[in-house]
Structure formats: C-alpha cells, structure tokens
C-alpha cells in the first residue's frame, strides 16, 4: 500500500472532521498541496467559506497551500480584501457603498495597501483559532501555535506563537534545516515517502538523506 488517496475528500473512517482540502477546495484563487487536512468538528467541507476572509477574485491575492500540512480547527487566513486605505484622515471604505460616496476615490490609495499573496510552505502545522495576516510566507516544517495572530514571515522549522507572533524557537539547528529542506521530501512520490516513513517520522537526518 502506498498510503491514503489524497483526492479522498474525507479520508479518516468514521472520523468525518478531518478533510483533505484539495479535493474540497473550488476556489481558483486558492491553490492546495495534496496530503494537506483541515480539522474541524463541523467538517472540513466549509474551510474555504469559515476559514478564508475576505478574499475576492478581483483583487488578485492568492492563498497557496503546500503539501502535508496540518490546519486545526478555527485557524483564519485574512486576505487582502480586509486592508482599508490608510493614507488619508479617515480609514472607512466609504466608496464601496456609492450613492455618490465612490466619487473622488483614488483606487491607488488601497493598493498601497496590497499585500500580495499568502503562502504556507509544506508540512506546515497551524494550531487552533491561529490568525495569517495577508501576504504572509511561512516556511516549510514551521509551526504556528494556537490562537497565534502572525503578522511576518516565518522561517522554515520556526515554532512562532503569541500577538503578534514571534520566534520561540527553531525545530532544528541551523545545518540540520538546511539538509531537511535540500532533501524536501514532501515533493517525492508517495510510493517513496510510504517506504521511507520512519526516516521522515524520526529525528535522524543521515538517514533522510541516504533515502533521497
């Protein structure tokens, strides 16, 4: 066996809350790594609607995913749609309500604001109720701890928590994520990974790279 079939939308046997998101997710501004799970005791089916804010094709941000991610229940990715122009006296969106509000409106006020697209890394895990502010790259095998509101980018094998969120610590030595992100095995076929799992389940970097 080779593993679980990652376009199985609900892939754990009487445990319907967790979710493979790819197969789950429509949205063309959302792109999805395959392995990659919500979990939520509603169902995973409604992440795209609870869980992604503020995101509307016309603006042109992006929310990319990697593979194997683990994304708990509650956690929220604040899209660009949120950012309110800050340049003038005033941050209220009075244009989006017309009547004659839209006049003047300078639409380059709010793409000052633009953050560009969010982008998780592989084998991510985002604790319960964590909040990803807009334009937002967290690093392959970084963790976010829950309730963590991330405001910057987050290295590869960082674990971040608080408000705004700050490094508590690396998962690894500097040498050691070096080699774990060279060896990158979440891209490999899954035949691959399946006959190297204790490798990437353990902690013994010279036997993830004697597999590569």
């Known amino acids: 066996m080779n593993g679980p079939n990652p376009s199985i939308k609900h892939p754990v046997p009487l445990h319907s809350r967790v979710g493979f998101l790819k197969p789950l997710v429509t949205a063309e501004n959302i792109e999805i790594g395959e392995f990659t799970y919500y979990d939520d005791p509603d169902?995973?089916?409604?992440?795209?609607?609870?869980?992604?804010?503020?995101h509307y094709p016309?603006?042109?941000?992006?929310?990319?995913?990697?593979?194997?991610?683990?994304?708990?229940?509650?956690?929220?990715?604040?899209m660009n749609g949120a950012n309110h122009a800050m340049s003038g006296f005033s941050t209220y969106p009075f244009n989006i309500f017309g009547h004659g509000w839209e006049e003047g409106f300078d639409p380059a006020t709010w793409q000052r604001e633009f953050r560009g697209d969010t982008v998780l890394g592989n084998d991510v895990w985002i604790g319960m109720d964590a909040v990803i502010l807009p334009g937002v790259t967290i690093g392959d095998g970084a963790i976010v701890a829950a309730k963590s509101v991330v405001t910057h980018d987050v290295a590869p094998y960082a674990i971040v928590a608080g408000n705004a969120a700050?490094?508590?610590?690396m998962?690894?030595?500097r040498r050691?994520?070096?080699?774990?992100?060279?060896?990158a095995w979440w891209d490999w076929p899954v035949d691959k990974i399946t006959r190297n799992l204790n490798a990437i389940r353990g902690a013994d970097i010279d036997a993830l790279e004697a597999a590569v």
């Open 171 to 173: 998962r690894f030595d």
């Open 166 to 169: 700050k490094v508590v610590r």
């Open 176 to 183: 050691t994520v070096a080699r774990l992100l060279e060896a």
């Open 58 to 78: 016309f603006i042109g941000d992006k929310l990319i995913i990697g593979r194997f991610c683990a994304i708990a229940e509650g956690a929220r990715f604040i």
């Open 43 to 54: 169902g995973p089916d409604l992440f795209q609607e609870r869980c992604v804010l503020h």
